[in-house]
């Protein structure tokens, strides 16, 4: 070995979904929206030209900041923007978990908030979900160096009531407490109205599933005046630009588009709500998700038998090989033709290989 080897920080890293290179697959592996962005983006993007792109972007993104604030009803002091909620969450673990004493997630959750742990040599204690796969708020009740879980929970879409994520911010007042809402838009209740009580919470949220904007890579963060500025200085200490200008602008004109962001996202509860009945007739269970996407296992069929499948006929969805969860898939809502695409080639396959109707 090297002498310099030892010296290098070497890291698990975190595994996002495939994004294959055929474009004729049914995509319902990484939660993205089927629907486009909203008009508006197209149209500001018809209006764009090189020309600001000579010149570094606005450090703060004032515009993006400034159209999330009067999007969200907060203000504009309140809110931390980078580059999809990850560089959000990356810059959060970063500033507020310092602590010797270790931060608590939840065992089955988004799985990057351990690759950020280990990287940063944070320490964490990852608190199982229930058996119905939920969060127990008295997990999160003894001394901690901060506390983060997504609301909706990922990869099970099972939501916290606002009195519950209350419990647990009210159990926690000495620590930051990361609420990560980038799926609240399917049929949740945001947590913003908590911050008026609680100056350690933050909320994060995305413009990648609500928004349709997976591939312009913006996110952000609503906290007090106080907690953004601790955010923005590590931000300024590790790149200033961190975005772009095409993001600010394409951004401010879907933070804009109530509307259309409205509508889609109702497109979207609806379809689910429908695949619930769908799955279920097909014999597969699940947790009530309010994300966009389902969380299931078969009764009969093994999932990674069912992902291999699937995947052979171009149906893309996510399977984790990991404790607990080994026998799940996590499937993203599509549109209404996706998905009925999903359970004919379900019906059929079920039908053949288990007699299943
Ligand atoms: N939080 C959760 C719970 C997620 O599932 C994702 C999507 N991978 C993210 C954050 C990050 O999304 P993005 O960086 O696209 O905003």
Redesign the pocket.
Known sequence: MKIWESNIRKVTPYV?GEQPKRTDVIKLN??ENPYPPSPKVAEALRQMNTEPMRKYPDPEARMLVEAIAREEGVASEQVFVGV????V?AMIFMTFFNSPKPIFFPDI??S?YDVWADMLRIPYEQKPLNDAFEIESGDYYPENGGVIF?NPN?PTGALLGLDVVEDILAHNQDVIVVV?E??IDFGGMTCTGLLERYENLIV?K????SRSM?GM???YAIASAELIRYLNDVKYSFNSYTMNQTAIVLGAAAAEDHAYFEETRQKIIATRENAKTELRKLGFSFADSMANFLFVTHERVPAAELFAALKEQGIYVRYFNKPRIDNYLRVTIGTDEEMERLYAFLREYLGENYGVL
């Open positions: 996002p990484t939660n999809g909620s990850d560089d969450l959750t988004y990057f997504p990922a990560d980038a799926y994060v995305t413009f990648s599933k997976a890579r913006i996110g």
